[in-house]
């Protein structure tokens, strides 16, 4: 089930046409996109692919897998972008980005110290021509499915 005025649920109503960016990755319960407004390449948003609003309304099922994609994400980012960690963090409390997600951010070793821990979301402010452009986002997209695909991660085509 979907939600209409829900940024993530309208994503999933168009699935099929979804670009690299919006759809890196997927199964039956999570969706896995770049974020839009992010200035650091791979910034990622995991997503339940219907319309949950807290974590304690997941399915058993989908917090089984919620564990595997954290931990698989955290590692293709690593060997995709040579981060040296990653930060993962749900709120869900933006206007229209209720529905449950997590970012799985890489902390990069040149992040400045201003940006670490909670102050990452600083990157999530920078005007517009500061953020990671449509194209850029694909190809790390790309590079990140094709990694999990080797990897043996379904979907990951």
Avoid at 71 to 86: D, E, H, I, P, Q
Avoid at 136 to 143: F, G, H, L, P
């Amino acid at each position: 089930m979907t939600t209409p005025d829900c940024y993530a649920c309208s994503k999933e109503a168009e699935f099929d046409a979804l670009p690299p960016r919006e759809c890196v990755v997927h199964d039956e319960h999570w969706r896995v996109a770049h974020a839009f407004n992010s200035a650091l390449p791979g910034w990622l948003v995991l997503l339940p692919r219907r319309h949950v609003a807290a974590v304690h309304d997941l399915t058993d099922a989908e917090a089984s897998a919620l564990g595997m994609w954290q931990v698989t994400l955290s590692r293709a980012l690593r060997s995709v972008t040579g981060c040296t960690k990653t930060y993962v963090v749900q709120f869900a409390e933006a206007e229209g980005f209720a529905h449950v997600h997590f970012h799985i951010v890489p902390r990069m070793a040149d992040l400045q110290p201003e940006h670490r821990g909670p102050g990452v979301f600083e990157l999530l402010r920078r005007p517009e021509q500061e953020r990671v452009a449509a194209g850029c986002a694909d190809r790390v997209a790309q590079s990140l499915r094709a990694h999990l695909h080797l990897q043996g991660r379904p979907n990951a085509q």
